[in-house]
């Protein structure tokens, strides 16, 4: 089992590798909207092989796929309390482990893209996409958000990436569609990232 200072480190370098690489998320809102089901019926294996065979593809995303990620954050964050709770009333050092583990992203976003109504990877794509845009404007102070920065300690591409709007680096009608929804959508990711980082 890591160690919690492990686990910390480990988040924390791939917090910064996600920093480091582009806001930016391109692609066809239209091929988005192929993979979202909004009536939520689970999407067959097939599909999900599919999605996940275009995982290294940069994504954009519509209304309804910012729908679909809501519907799964909302779910992970039922799933990371209910953990949460099995950890504090454990009766045993594995059944604590267990329950801490069951907190990690790992585990809770094939619920999340169940919830959701999308193909995992298709679910896990947008999530990324969605977060690193988040990110970037909690950094920025634009949200209102867990996370802080040393800009003494960041890196000039970092400092250059939290100069600019990372929602102008967006397709014009993803922009529009997250903008429309930060009211709901950045209080909900606040508070996951909340709840995952006392998780870790």
Same mark, same amino acid.
């Given at each position: 089992m890591p160690t919690r200072s492990r686990l910390r480190g480990a988040r924390l370098a791939a917090l910064l590798l996600a920093l480091a690489g582009t806001a930016a998320c391109g692609g066809s809102d239209g091929a988005s909207d192929a993979a979202? =089901? $909004?009536?939520?019926?689970?999407?067959? !294996? /097939?599909? !999900? /092989?599919? =999605?996940d065979a275009d995982s290294a593809q940069p994504l954009g995303f519509t209304a309804a796929g910012l729908d679909a990620y809501e519907r799964g954050l909302r779910r992970e964050i039922e799933l990371v309390r209910a953990a949460q709770e &099995? !950890? &504090? $009333?454990a009766a045993t050092p594995q059944e604590r482990a267990q329950a801490a583990q069951a907190q990690w992203d790992d585990q809770t976003m094939p619920e999340g893209a169940r919830s959701a109504g999308v193909a995992e990877g298709h679910y896990r794509r947008i999530r990324a996409s969605v977060g690193t845009v988040l990110r970037t404007l909690d950094f920025q102070g634009a949200i209102d958000g867990p996370l802080t920065l040393d800009t003494a300690r960041a890196t000039p591409e970092m400092k250059r990436q939290f100069a600019s709007d990372p929602l102008a680096a967006l397709p014009p009608a993803s922009a529009a569609a997250l903008r429309a929804r930060l009211g709901r959508l950045a209080p909900l990711w606040a508070e996951y990232m909340g709840l995952t980082a006392v998780a870790g």
């Open positions: 979202v =089901d $909004t009536s939520r019926t689970p999407v067959v !294996a /097939a599909a !999900a /092989a599919g =999605d &099995r !950890a &504090r $009333t």
